[in-house]
């Protein structure tokens, strides 16, 4: 971790034990959706470590919409995110990737901004390649995924063209 300011190495540390993995799912989504309205969407909390977004999906089986904060690798170029299931090491997959799979249609918050696009589940060689660089973005992600049995889900959730009525 050379290169890695010591503040950020502590909270890589904190954020890879069991403790946080069973209290963050409460205390951190809470927190940024209160300091995001609070700030009328400027300011994520969680993304003053790791770049956030509030992502907007679908429910699964209730068909409502659905605000969660989440962290994200951004990609070159600014029109896609990886989107990490981890649900901070915990047994089950987060609801809000079954309402992707569910529904792919979303929208994400970045910086501000409502941004439509569409998420697909990585897999394979594409699957390997973005866990490989999501890894090197924040590596308790490697923690996350040593305490689980099922494979933690990646999203590659892409811009798409916003839709104009005539």
């Known amino acids: 971790m050379t290169g890695t300011p010591i503040g ?37 909390l969680s993304a003053q470590l790791l770049p956030g977004v509030i992502l907007t999906s679908t429910g699964a089986r209730s068909g409502l919409a659905r605000r969660t904060p989440l962290a994200c690798m951004p990609e070159e170029g600014g029109e896609s995110w990886i989107l990490v ?9 987060p609801a809000w990737t079954g309402n992707l799979l569910a529904h792919p249609d979303a929208s994400v918050n970045w910086k501000g901004r409502d941004i439509p696009v569409t998420a697909r589940l990585l897999e394979g060689e594409e699957r390997t390649a973005a866990w490989k660089a999501v ?18 889900r990646l999203f590659r959730v892409v811009r798409r063209p916003v839709e104009t009525t005539a």
């Open 8 to 44: 950020v190495r502590a909270v890589q540390k904190v954020s890879s034990t069991r403790g946080f993995a069973k209290v963050a799912p409460y205390v951190v989504p809470a927190l940024d959706r209160a300091v995001h309205r609070l700030t009328r969407g400027k300011v994520l």
């Open 135 to 152: 890894l090197a973005f924040w590596p308790p992600y490697a923690a996350y995924q040593a305490r689980v049995e099922r494979e933690i």
């Open 85 to 93: 299931g981890s649900n901070f090491g915990r047994a089950t997959h």
